[in-house]
């Protein structure tokens, strides 16, 4: 069983090229889902982010308020290394057993969807790495628009990561997404017959 780690820049579409993905036949586990499950009320994450941040992170069903919290993060590296410490062994947690169970299945390949992938370390739970690319003025256009912010908390969350052309280093294949849709999912499936079809299993 093939498991691909699947990354890219904030904004840059790793969603978009996840959701073609799992049409071709690939299984998709997604560590943004899993980040959301691991602090969970009644977690022992979620204890550790309240005690760190205080209760003002939370919404009144004791969630975490993402927003919340990433305006603090995002603007303070200390603050973001304090979170990154807690959630990161949780989510790794979590990941490997899913990575297990998917080793364990008939799919095709299995894509491992994380943002920060190279920047956790977390490269040795995937036999390959694609990149999701796009410029840093395109991401910035994407963030403002889907998440409602200004410019400026946008260029602080890009400023959090590393850099596309860097991170696209790392990528044995690197998927352009400033074009159309219909431009990514031609290189998508492309990939997907050269480097799955085509990969002896």
Same mark, same amino acid.
């Given at each position: 069983?093939?498991?691909?780690?699947?990354? &890219? &820049?904030?904004?840059?579409?790793?969603?978009?090229?996840?959701?073609?993905?799992?049409?071709?036949?690939?299984?998709?586990?997604?560590?943004?889902?899993?980040? $959301?499950?691991?602090?969970?009320?009644?977690?022992p994450?979620?204890?550790?982010?309240?005690?760190?941040?205080?209760?003002?992170?939370?919404?009144?069903?004791?969630?975490?308020?993402?927003?919340?919290?990433?305006r603090?993060?995002?603007?303070?590296?200390?603050? $973001?290394?304090?979170?990154?410490?807690?959630?990161h062994?949780?989510?790794?947690? *979590?990941?490997?057993?899913?990575?297990?169970?998917?080793?364990?299945?008939?799919?095709?390949?299995?894509?491992?969807?994380?943002p920060? *992938?190279?920047?956790?370390?977390?490269?040795?739970?995937?036999?390959?790495?694609?990149?999701?690319?796009?410029?840093?003025?395109t991401?910035?256009? $994407? *963030?403002?628009?889907?998440? &409602?912010?200004?410019?400026?908390?946008?260029?602080?969350?890009?400023?959090?990561?590393?850099?596309?052309?860097?991170?696209?280093?790392?990528?044995?294949?690197?998927?352009?997404?400033?074009?159309?849709?219909?431009?990514?999912?031609?290189?998508?499936?492309? *990939?997907?017959?050269?480097?799955?079809?085509?990969?002896?299993?």
């Amino acid at each position: 069983m093939l498991v691909i780690g699947l990354t &890219g &820049g904030i904004a840059s579409g790793k969603s978009t090229v996840a959701r073609i993905l799992e049409r071709l036949g690939a299984t998709i586990i997604d560590a943004d889902l899993l980040a $959301r499950e691991a602090v969970l009320p009644g977690t022992p994450a979620h204890e550790d982010i309240v005690a760190a941040f205080g209760m003002e992170i939370l919404l009144p069903d004791a969630t975490i308020d993402r927003k919340a919290l990433g305006r603090i993060v995002f603007a303070n590296p200390d603050a $973001r290394r304090r979170l990154e410490a807690i959630t990161h062994p949780a989510i790794a947690r *979590l990941s490997q057993a899913r990575l297990a169970e998917a080793r364990r299945s008939d799919a095709p390949a299995v894509f491992y969807v994380a943002p920060l *992938l190279i920047e956790a370390g977390a490269t040795g739970r995937v036999d390959d790495i694609w990149v999701v690319y796009a410029d840093r003025e395109t991401q910035l256009a $994407r *963030l403002t628009e889907r998440d &409602g912010i200004r410019r400026e908390e946008a260029e602080q969350r890009l400023a959090a990561q590393m850099p596309m052309d860097e991170k696209a280093s790392h990528g044995s294949a690197v998927i352009d997404n400033r074009g159309t849709p219909e431009e990514t999912e031609r290189q998508v499936v492309a *990939l997907w017959k050269e480097r799955i079809e085509k990969s002896p299993r």
